[in-house]
T-cell receptor
Framework: AQSVAQPEDQVNVAEGNPLTVKCTYS??????LFWYVQYPNRGLQFLLK??????LVKGSYGFEAEFNKSQTSFHLKKPSALVSDSALYFC???????????FGAGTRLTVKP | DSGVTQTPKHLITATGQRVTLRCSPR?????VYWYQQSLDQGLQFLIH???????AKGNILERFSAQQFPDLHSELNLSSLELGDSALYFC?????????????FGAGSRLTVL
């Protein structure tokens, strides 16, 4: 079965600095990978996804993610963090042949002014 | 507004009781997913329905059951509630059964079991 791991419970960065939120995955076939963000008292919102092709995926709000097949990773990045980026970030994976989407435990990003 | 509607938003009940959470998917979406979000276990996949049929089952307890009706809305039934069932329950919908389709989440139903 597919799974994802987010090795960091918490990431702290200063505003204006680059940020990285890490994700590694395990899936039997070629994965579909996703990043979602959750703001307080809200549902999850889609940021970006990787299906195939270019390993660098661009998404909403200036976020991007880099797919690395050899390292089975899909790290979320942003060149310059904003205070408003502070939220809970979830990585998710779907095996193309399965019907469910599995989420990581989440990483809380805090951007300090 | 994501287009996925969940009711109730908040629910407080006692141990041993039974509750029903309701989800209306986004217009045109045939798939409904249920997830449980608790502080210590992250976002756990419970169950997936596509066009009225169960397609995948995750870490759903036997005390929990779900169904998707002909009008595509779904209900998650939680019975013999325990303190540990207190959590946020999310419903998400997508247009297809699988593949690279994005899930659209509702705002969640917060269940508190006292």
């Amino acid at each position: 079965a597919q799974s994802v791991a987010q090795p960091e419970d918490q990431v702290n960065v200063a505003e204006g600095n680059p940020l990285t939120v890490k994700c590694t995955y395990s899936v039997s076939g070629n994965p579909y990978l996703f990043w979602y963000v959750q703001y307080p008292n809200r549902g999850l919102q889609f940021l970006l996804k990787y299906i195939t092709g270019d390993n660098l995926v661009k998404g909403s709000y200036g976020f991007e993610a880099e797919f690395n097949k050899s390292q089975t990773s899909f790290h979320l990045k942003k060149p310059s963090a904003l205070v408003s980026d502070s939220a809970l970030y979830f990585c998710a994976v779907r095996d193309p042949y399965n019907n469910d989407m599995r989420f990581g435990a989440g990483t809380r990003l805090t951007v300090k002014p | 507004d994501s287009g996925v509607t969940q009711t109730p938003k908040h629910l407080i009940t006692a141990t041993g009781q039974r509750v029903t959470l309701r989800c209306s998917p986004r217009s045109g979406d045939l798939s409904v997913y249920w997830y449980q979000q608790s502080l210590d276990q992250g976002l756990q996949f419970l169950i997936h329905y596509y066009n009225g049929e169960e397609r995948a089952k995750g870490n759903i307890l036997e005390r929990f059951s779900a169904q998707q009706f002909p009008d595509l809305h779904s209900e998650l039934n939680l019975s013999s509630l325990e303190l540990g069932d207190s959590a946020l329950y999310f419903c998400a919908s997508s247009s297809h059964r699988a593949g690279a389709n994005v899930l659209t989440f509702g705002a969640g139903s917060r269940l508190t079991v006292l």
